[in-house]
Structure formats: C-alpha cells, structure tokens
C-alpha cells in the first residue's frame, strides 16, 4: 500500500514537471524540500525527546540522573559508532564542510544515505547527552534531500545547488522556527555569487520548514525561544561594543581550541580506545559541570530567567559554590570547558555540530559579563539582554555569518527590539576574528585539503575543475639514452610534437619539442651521434599532481605553453592541456548560468 502511494506521489510530480516550465517547477520543488526538512527536524527533535523522557525523566535504567547522566555519552556515541559500521557501512562526514565540499567538486551531488543516517546518530549521540548541537545534522539532512530531489528529476548543478541549499535553509528555519535565519544560513555559509532570483526558492523553502515545524510543534518545544524582557537601552551602548570585543576573543578561543581538541582524539588509532578515553573525559567534566550535557539549551533558558540554581544543580562542586563571585567562576569554567565537551563528543565519533555550542558559548558569555557588571556595582544591567545578544556574538565568529546570527537571535527573542545591540556585538565580533582567520572553520578545512572556495564567481568554478582527470597520457616517452634514429622513429608513430624524456624508472628529465630539432631530424649523419639528452630541454616550468588550479594557470602565464608535464615526486605522470582547462571551464561557467 505504501509502494503504490509513493509511486502515485512520484507519478503526480512527473506529470507537474512535465507540464510546468523551469521556474514554475523549481518553486514547486522548494515546497517540497522546504517540507521535507521541516518534517526531518521535527522528526530528529522528537527522537532525542523520547530518548531523554524514557531513558533519563523515566530512569528506564533505574539509575538516579545523578549517576546515569555519566555513563550516557558512552551510550550514545557508541550506539552511533556501532550502527555506522555495522549497519550504515558509510564513513560519517559531519558538519557543513561537506556540502561545500559536494557544491565545489561534486556538481551538488550528496549521497541519499545522508537523508537518514544524520538522523539517527545525532540523536543518539545528542539525546544520550553527548555536547554538541543537532542544528548541522539537520542542516547535512535537508541539503541531502533537496540534492537528490534534483537528481531525482535531472534537474541542472545550478537548480541541484539552490535546491541543496533550500533543504538547509527549511532544516534550519524548522529547528528554530526562524524562516529568515534558515534563508540566510543559506546565503551565508553555504552559497557564493548568488543572484536575487535565488532568493524566491530559498525563502519558500525557509518558510515551509518553518511552518511545517510550528503546526506539528507548539512553542514550547522549540530548540530555543525566549521572552524578551527588557527593552533596548543606548545608555549601554558602551556596553555592548565591549561585549562585541569578548565574543570575537571567545569565539577565536572556541574555533582554535575545538579543532585542536577533535584533531587530537581523532588521532587515536583504536576506536574503542579513543571510545572509552573520550566517554571518561566526558563524564568526568559532566559530574563537575552537569549543564555541558547535551545540547545545553536548558542551561541558556535558566540564565535568560537568572535562574543560576539550576546551574550547579547535580555538580560534585555544588557544596563549594556558596556566593556569588564562586557562581560567576563556575558559570566561567562551564562556558570555557563547552568547547573540550564538544570536541571530544566529536572527535571520538558521535555526531553533531557547533550551532547550538556556540549559542551555549554565547549566552554563558553575555550572562558572565552583565553579572560581573553587577557584582562590582554597577545598577541596572540588563542582564537578559546581554545574554540574548553575546549568543549573535558567538555565533557569528565561529561560522563567518553576522546575518544568520542577528535575524536568528532577532526571530528567537520574538522581536527586533534588540537589533541594534545585535549588530553591533556581531559586527564586532566578525571583524576580529575575520582578522585573525579570514576564512571560517569550514573553509579553512577544505582549503587545507586543496579545495577552493570563494565568494567570487569565476575563482569557485575554477576550483571545481578537477585536474587529475584530466591528465593527457598520449605522450610518447622517449628514453635519454635514445639516440636521434629512435626518436624519429617515435615521432612517426605520433600524433604530438611534444615528447618527455624519461630515466628508466620514469623520472622525468626533460622535453624534447619537435619544432626545434627539424634541422638534426634531416641530418642522417646526426642519426647515430645525437642522443636524446643532447636534443632535450629542460622543463621550465612542472606541474605536481596536487597542485591548485591557480598556481596552475600562472605556470601556463608565465612559461607561454599550452602544455605542461604533470609529475608526482618527478615520476612523469603525463601532460596537462591549458586549452582543455579552458574548455572545462566555459562548460562549468555555462552549467552556473
């Protein structure tokens, strides 16, 4: 019965494709995916809700959470490592580094398995209490379903790309019922050199993820929302632009500390090893600070409402917490071991992302902050404000997007009475840590692997042209003991002018041009008494395999051929063509349009 709704359903989509034209087709596909995703991050918040009523409120183990909460994360993320090898089979790639990586260098194409696997295993390791956030699980789900939508319906890279990036703008809009967050996340973080009319797809894409989220949720269920409860001051203004300065100097701190924290769990070559160390660590930091488990957005809400009780609640150190300069340390502590939690959570395998740490992150700073202020006597600080606003802080100094983290906080406090503390602590806090690291997280990954991303049209499609494949191997060898004769003879038998000179191991030595040997090539007296040695030219200039494409192309400037050796540690792997270079790339420029 399901079979033949979902072939019903597939034969109505085909029928509406056939008798739309592309736009048409491509706003319908928005609704959709936007759908598809708002239900995907409904269907992920509901998991962890179950498993945290029935395996924690309920005590299923009929353990006290005093004792339960410490054993969970090894629970949680070794569920996940278990079920990614034995049932999933598929190597996890987390966070949004592989879509860039897939709208780069694999046309938009995400794997279907990304549809589900995300879901399953950031629940399990979020809902088990592991510290990360399920805001890039989503965000990976949506942008897999709306690129195998594409790929469903052969729709172009251009349409398979917003269609991408329209799944994340509706799993984000859904998680946190903010359209025009999940719109600008798209635009932010996702897509380059966008044009206005992908504006239309995203949004209604944005708005039915969120829509879809708001009639099967209530407001209460929401990841994040918050009353506001005081307005704007621009007394304070001094104020914020302070608390701009520490968010770009915390989230400078979270991005440098995170990467080497995952990195260095990663490296332990046993996975039950790297399990077992990582789950002690864990539970270790969740007995002293029991608000880094899991998401933390219960903690955020508590220090929104300066609820700082429930805070120490359940730490081995609540006995020692007696006044208020104790709790304003503990608070310090907890927001500066959120980034150690989370990459061990990652770096030992579970799955999740950095959203919700760094609003966590965020909050905790903006609440340190104002009750410092406090404490030294300072009146009439308003310290929800504060809290709300260092999370747009935060946010837009890990992910490079001042715009997401200003409408998300914006939509979250139900209003914009704050928006220009928002954009203030955002813009401050971007310009600082665009400073120190000009690309994001994310961007700096890929780049370290040779992947180039940028804002500007033309450099992303040369990024996307894949160099390996293009390699041209039709080029005759000729060893550097052949003698004049044999040369000739291999230049009979070949259709290029051009010919690499070879040791015997292959390395490659020099290049022999056949413009200029005509004079020896019809001197028979030079056929016996020249070698190929004599009749070579150095290389002037050498590609190695894993060279960018830029530094390609200024070879091809600066050396005047149209073709160049290609090598890997000096073995002769073949030539490479600027002309074909150029050729990929009118045809990738032409596929964008």
């Known amino acids: 019965m399901e079979i033949k709704k979902l072939n019903a359903a597939e034969k109505l989509i085909n029928w509406f494709h056939q008798k739309t034209n592309e736009k048409q087709f491509l706003i319908f596909a928005s609704i959709l995916v936007g759908i598809s995703s708002g239900l995907a991050a409904v269907v992920l918040k509901l998991f962890v809700h179950f498993i945290r009523k029935y395996f924690i409120e309920e005590n299923i183990f009929k353990f006290s959470f005093n004792y339960l909460h410490l054993i969970l994360p090894f629970v949680g993320i070794g569920l996940t490592l278990l079920i990614l090898k034995y049932l999933f089979k598929w190597p996890l790639q987390r966070g949004n580094t592989p879509i860039v990586y897939a709208i780069a260098k694999k046309s938009s194409f995400l794997p279907f398995h990304q549809m589900y696997t995300h879901i399953v295993t950031s629940g399990l390791t979020v809902g088990f209490g592991g510290s990360a956030g399920l805001e890039s699980p989503i965000v990976s789900t949506g942008s897999a379903i709306g690129s195998n939508f594409a790929r469903t319906y052969k729709l172009t890279y251009k349409e398979r790309t917003l269609l991408l990036a329209a799944g994340a703008a509706g799993g984000i809009a859904g998680a946190f019922n903010a359209p ?339 004079e020896e090539m019809f001197n028979a007296e030079l056929y016996d008494k020249l070698s190929a040695r004599e009749l070579m030219r150095k290389p002037g200039e050498v590609i190695e395999v894993n060279e960018d494409i830029f530094s390609i192309m200024k070879k091809f400037e600066e050396s005047g051929h149209w073709n160049l050796p290609v090598v890997k540690d000096g073995i002769y792997l073949g030539f490479l063509s600027k002309s074909s270079i150029l050729n990929k790339y009118r045809h990738e420029l032409l596929e964008s349009v």
Not at 387 to 399: E, K, N, R, Y
Not at 403 to 415: N, R, Y
Not at 435 to 454: C, N, Q, W
Not at 492 to 506: A, E, L
């Open 180 to 518: 025009i967050a999940g719109l600008l996340f798209a635009l932010e973080v996702l897509l380059v050199d966008v044009s206005i009319s992908a504006f239309i797809p995203l949004l209604i894409a944005s708005a039915s993820g969120a829509l879809i989220s708001k009639i099967i949720l209530n407001e209460s269920s929401n990841l994040l929302f918050f009353k506001l409860q005081q307005p704007f001051d621009y007394h304070n203004l001094h104020l914020y632009i302070v608390l701009g300065l520490l968010a770009g100097v915390v989230s400078l701190y979270y991005v440098n500390v995170f990467d080497k924290v995952e990195t260095q769990f990663a490296k332990i070559k046993s996975g039950v090893a790297r399990w077992f160390i990582g789950g002690c660590c864990l539970a270790l930091l969740y007995a002293l600070f029991p608000t880094l488990f899991g998401e933390g957005y219960e903690s955020i809400k508590s220090l929104a409402e300066l609820n700082t009780a429930e805070l120490i609640k359940n730490s081995l150190l609540q006995n020692y917490v007696s006044n208020n300069w104790q709790v304003l340390l503990f608070i310090t502590l907890t927001l500066l071991l959120k980034v150690f939690a989370t990459g061990i959570t990652l770096g030992i395998g579970g799955n999740g992302g950095n959203f919700a740490p760094s609003l966590f992150l965020g909050a905790y700073l903006g609440f340190i902050f104002s009750f410092f202020l406090k404490l030294i006597g300072i009146e009439n600080i308003p310290v929800s404000n504060f809290t709300i606003v260092a999370m747009a802080g935060i946010l837009t100094g890990i992910f490079h997007a001042p715009l997401t983290g200003i409408f998300l906080i914006a939509e979250i406090a139900g209003g914009y009475e704050l928006i220009i503390p928002l954009m203030i602590v955002s813009a401050i806090s971007y310009a600082i840590v665009k400073y120190f690291h000009p690309e994001s997280l994310d961007i700096r990954r890929l780049k370290a692997k040779g992947t180039v991303v940028s804002e500007n049209k033309d450099t992303s499609i040369l990024g996307k042209i894949e160099i390996n494949s293009m390699i041209e191997k039709d080029f005759s060898p000729v060893h550097f003991k052949s003698n004049l004769r044999d040369v000739v003879e291999i230049i009979k038998h070949s259709k290029r002018n051009t010919f690499p000179v070879v040791k015997k191991n292959n390395k490659l030595l020099g290049i022999i041009y056949l413009d200029h040997i005509r």
